[in-house]
Each structure stands twice: as structure tokens, then as C-alpha cells.
């Protein structure tokens, strides 16, 4: 008997630590999770005609440095774009209004991060902002397509200059 | 022979092992109120009764009635609420490891009643004074003697005031003074409450000193019952044998094997 | 050779059967045992919170192994940021149910059945039937029910601290971006992962607690006999384990 308090405190402890598990698991590792945003930070937004699989959550980064995250993803419906908005840290506060932001990949087959390259302009972004210059993301599907469409412009040449009866669509 | 009513009567019974026939239509009485011993030598399934008696296991044929209950028919729910008049005491002890004494002797109290804490713990420490141990109350059931568990095994036996107690060998391992301790309980609880008492033994002296009635087993039959005077005067080869502890008689020395000389001439091993 | 094979098949088969009609005697005595909620609660702490040092300690050098392994293989594919995602994956689904679970047979199975087994070895099984208390409802379920609700936490302390050493390796070591980690990890995991991940475990519980207290009740009563019960606990929990991982995650895809 003077065993079990002890032993309904160890269990108390060991089912409130259970639960704290599903918790952080649940929360933490799943799309439908929370986020602790400790340090200050300021909002822009950019628009892009396609994102590609940029997610939330993603860094942003400029000169390779990452400087903030991707908090939201939302869609234009006026202007079909894709729009993203951007947590920059408050300490990188003197970016130029006329800078651009572009897609790009982490690797060779990494996820997508927002880049930003400096303007010349002395206006610097702050919160509410939008960055105008943007690039989209790098789609291979579009680029095999370029290429096929490349590959049958140059066979419908060489077939106008000589015919050799190859059949190539 | 018996005057009180019989309150376990055994009919006919028959049970077997593996092939092995232990008992073999056996039929006996046990008397109301009586200290009954039942005796035989290693192996004759003394235990086996007891066992039988409880329902811990059931018989192949033959009928065993307890306290007017049939045995063979009775539901579990009837052999449960048998069981709770019936105490019975081990040959380990068996006390619940986890538990301390008190603990243990309150096992049947605090799955049975719904009694006051007070209340159990009156009770407790009154059937713990009645064999000696009220002090050892607080103790784990490590830190007991083989003599002690074994008390601590009666105590709890009789709390919930048993009509019949069953002792499996009581006396085994145990010092004369703790087998002492054991036979006189026996006989003050058995007077005193007004109970049925069961001793299964193999201590002729022990059994013959407190017992009103005893049975002798051999090869699964009965082969001598009487008072413990009776037995000592029965002329009967394996009655004589057992009282007078021959190692030969009867009940051979020997395990069953081939000749001798022959095996030890024989060029092959064990066979 | 093959009359010993079958012979040993239909053992096993016979065990199966066994097993699967003692957990029915179990469920019939749990609505009984629930009152006496005191002797679950110890149950679970012999079960969970005892294990809980082996299991942490098993998770974090699972995790930081997985982190190592993971990020030298998606390094290759210059995929680091998706150690987040193959992290968490691989143990909320797979190597977070299935370790605790042989750990589990390992430490508190073992516990469990000689346990068990030593109280059917002196008697205590047999006083408790004579005393007309159902040993089943006193000392088996609270014991099944405490090892069925300790494995899922088990199992999640587990995953828990094993993307954290994952983490630990693969952020704090190999400095991959924590927010890739994170972000990759919270985009691919979906709620879907973690149910497997939970039912499993739940039924890893059920199947480790029952081998165990059935090995246990049913052990010979001697020495010997309680030894090779703990041994049959981990062998065969292991496999039934291994086997029923399987089933479940075909089950999910």
C-alpha cells in the first residue's frame, strides 16, 4: 500500500509523457501542425505564375543565406497567380523594394525555396509588402516539352531542305 | 464406525494419469467436526485427493459430495461459493508474494466482503494472534521462516471461517518445535471453531497425536481406517510397513528392473 | 523428417489456438476487473514505466542511426531536406511499433510470464482457485490490460525521441536546414501515417501481452518451466510481431 503512491505517480508520468508523444506527433510531424515563430519577423508577399511544389514551410533565402520562411500559399483568382507570403526576419530589414524572387531547387530533386536577388532601388521592403519581380519555378515537364517541340521544328526543317521520307512527329 | 454425519463422501471414485489408474473406485467418509488424516506413502496421490475433493481437478467417474454439494454437477459459480466455506493450507504456504503478511491474510476479506477497513483489520489481526504471528503483521512475505508462512498460510485459511480446513503436508520441513506449533493449531482450531479438519501426512507420529480418524492409502485403495490406536495394533503387511517405517515390505524397495547379474553382464548400457 | 515437421506445424498451430482462446477467457473476465482500477494502474506502471528508460534510450540511437543512414543515402540524390519526411516516416510507421514491441516482449513480456510462471510454480495460481478468487480476473487481465495500454505510448515516446535524434544528427551534425526538415516532414506525414503507426502498436500490444501471460499462466511449474516460458515470450512474440507488421501495413497501402 505505501508502495502506490509512489507507483500512481511513476504511472501519471509515464502516460502524461505518452500522451505528450501523440501530441508532438500529431502537431509536429503532420501537415495539419503548429508552429512556433519565436523571433521577429516582418511580411511580404510575392506572386508567381506557378510554384511548382513550393510548400509552407519552405526558406526563403538570399545569397544563399536563408532569411525567412514561406507562411502561406494562396491563389489569385483575378489573375490566376499563385501567392506567396514570406516571414522575413526582422534583423534583414534593408532588402530592396525592386528586388526579385525566384523558385528555385534545393538539389537535384530537393523541394522548392523562394530566393530573392537585391534591386538597385533605396527603398527597402517592409511588412505588407509585395515584391513585383518575381520568377516561377522550374517545371521539368515544361522543359521536356520545350525540348520535344525544339526536337520537331528542327526535323520539319531538315524535312523542307531534304526530304528522307523519316516519319518523326 | 462414524458417528457424526459425514460432510465429504466419496463414492466409487476413479481417476487416472496418463494411462495410470490412481484411484481405483475408491470410497470413504469424512466425519463432521473430526480431525480426519489421510496417510499413505510417497506417490499414492494423497495431494490428488485433495485436489479432487476441491474440484481443482475432476474425476473420471464416482461421486464426491461436499457439504451435500455434488461436485460432478455443481456450476462454477456453486464450486466458487463451496470453496469460500472451505480453507485450505498448502504445502508451500503459497502466500501471495507481492503482498505483506497483513496483506495476505486480508486477500479473501477484501475479494470476498465489502467489510469496513476497521473491521478486516480486527479480523486479521484476531486470526494472526490465534497462531501466534499478530506481531509479525507488518513483515514481507521474504523475511518469513518456512514455519512461519506456513502460519501465515492458516491464518489466512481460516478468516473467512471455514466449515472445512485442508492441510496439505504441514509438517514437511519443518523443526519439531514448528511442527509442534502446527498440530497443537490443529487440534485448538479444529475444537474451538468447530471445524472439519483434513491432514494429509506422511508423519506417523505427528497425525497419530491429533488425528480422531485416519486413513491409510496404498495403490490408489484404502487399506486400513480406524482411530490412530487401531492402526498401530493392525496386523495387515503394509499397515505394519508404514507405521513402522520399513524401508522393505509391501511397498518394495526396489523400482521395478530387470535381474542384476544379468544387466551387469550384458555388453550393452542402461537397458 | 517431414512427420517431425508437420508434427512441429500443428504444435504450433494447436499454441495459436490456445493463445487465441485464452485471450477470450481474458476478455470475458475484463468488465469484472475494471473496479479494482488500482491493480491496472500498477500493471501499467510495470509495464510502461519501467520500460521507459530502455525505450528512450532505444529511440534516440534508432533516431540518430536513421539520421546518419538517411542522410548519406538521400545525400546521393543531394535530397538531404527530405530527412525530415524519411525520419519521421519510418518511425511513426514502421520502426517505432515493431522495436518497442520486441523490446517490449524483451523486457516486460519476459517480466510478465515469469512472473507468472513463479506464482503457478508455488502454488499462488492454485490458493487463489481455492480461496474462490478467479486468478484470471485478479492476476491475468489487470496484467494483459497494463502491457495493451502502455505499448501505443511506448511506441509514440519512441518515434518522438527518434526524429528528435534524427534531428540531432541530421540539423544539429550534418547541418541540413531545419526548416527543410520540419517543413518536407510536416507536408509529406499526413494523419494517415500516424494511424498506422497507432494501430499497429495497439495491436503489437494486444499480441505481446497476451503471448506473455499466456506463456506464463500455463508455464510447467518448475524451474525449467518458468525459464523456457520467458524464452517462448520473446521468440514467438518476436514472430508474431514481424508477421502481423506486415499484414497491417498491406493493409494500409
Known sequence: MRKSRAMNLGTGLFVMLGFAALFFLTTQTTSRGLSFHSEPHYRVTAKFDNIGDLKVGAPVSMAGVPIGRVVGIGFDSRDYKAVVSMNLNAKFNQIPTDSDASIYTQGLLGGKFVGISPGGAETFLKNGDQIDFTQSAFVLESLIGQFLANMGKSSDHSKSAGDTGEQKK | MNQAPAIVEIRDLCYSVGGRAIFDKLTMEIARGRVTAVMGPSGTGKTTLLRLVTRQVRADSGSIRVAGVDLRTATRARIFALRRRMGMLFQSGALLTDLNVFENVAFPLREHTDLDERLIRDLVLTKLQAVGLRGAAGLATAELSGGMSRRVALARAIVMDPEILIYDEPFVGLDPISKDVILRLIRRLNDTLGLTSVVVSHDVQEVASVADTVFLLSGGKIVAHGTPQELQTDPTEIVRQFVSGRADGPVSYHYPAPDYFGQLLARDGAS | ?253
Open chain 3, 1 to 253: 523428417m517431414f512427420a517431425d515437421l508437420r508434427a512441429s506445424l500443428e504444435d504450433s498451430l494447436v499454441r495459436l489456438g490456445d493463445i487465441v482462446a485464452f485471450l477470450g477467457r481474458i476478455m470475458v473476465q475484463v468488465p469484472q476487473a475494471l473496479p479494482r482500477f488500482q491493480l491496472i494502474v500498477d500493471q501499467v506502471y510495470n509495464a510502461g514505466a519501467l520500460s521507459l528508460v530502455i525505450i528512450m534510450l532505444s529511440g534516440l540511437f534508432v533516431g540518430m542511426v536513421l539520421g546518419l543512414q538517411g542522410f548519406e543515402l538521400l545525400q546521393r540524390f543531394g535530397s538531404e531536406e527530405a530527412l525530415g519526411t524519411a525520419a519521421a516516416i519510418g518511425l511513426v510507421k514502421e520502426l517505432g511499433p515493431v522495436v518497442t514491441a520486441l523490446l517490449f516482449a524483451g523486457r516486460a513480456g519476459t517480466a510478465l510470464a515469469s512472473e507468472l510462471g513463479l506464482m503457478r510454480a508455488t502454488d499462488q495460481l492454485s490458493a487463489m482457485e481455492m480461496m474462490a478468487v478467479d486468478p484470471i480476473r485478479r492476476v491475468v487481465v489487470p496484467r494483459f490490460l497494463g502491457g495493451v495500454l502502455a505499448m501505443p505510448l511506448l511506441a509514440a515516446i519512441f518515434s518522438m525521441i527518434g526524429i528528435y535524434g534524427a534531428q540531432l544528427v541530421g540539423v544539429q551534425i550534418m547541418k541540413v536546414d531545419a526548416g527543410s526538415f520540419w517543413s518536407q516532414m510536416r507536408a509529406s506525414v499526413g494523419l494517415v501515417d500516424l494511424n498506422e503507426g497507432i494501430v499497429k502498436s495497439c495491436v503489437f500490444g494486444v499480441a505481446c501481452s497476451l503471448i506473455a501471460v499466456y506463456e506464463g499462466y500455463h508455464a510447467a511449474p518448475t524451474a525449467e518451466g518458468v525459464g523456457a516460458a520467458t524464452t517462448r515470450t520473446v521468440v514467438t512474440s518476436a514472430v508474431i510481431v514481424l508477421f502481423l507488421d506486415y499484414l497491417i501495413t498491406a493493409f494500409f497501402l
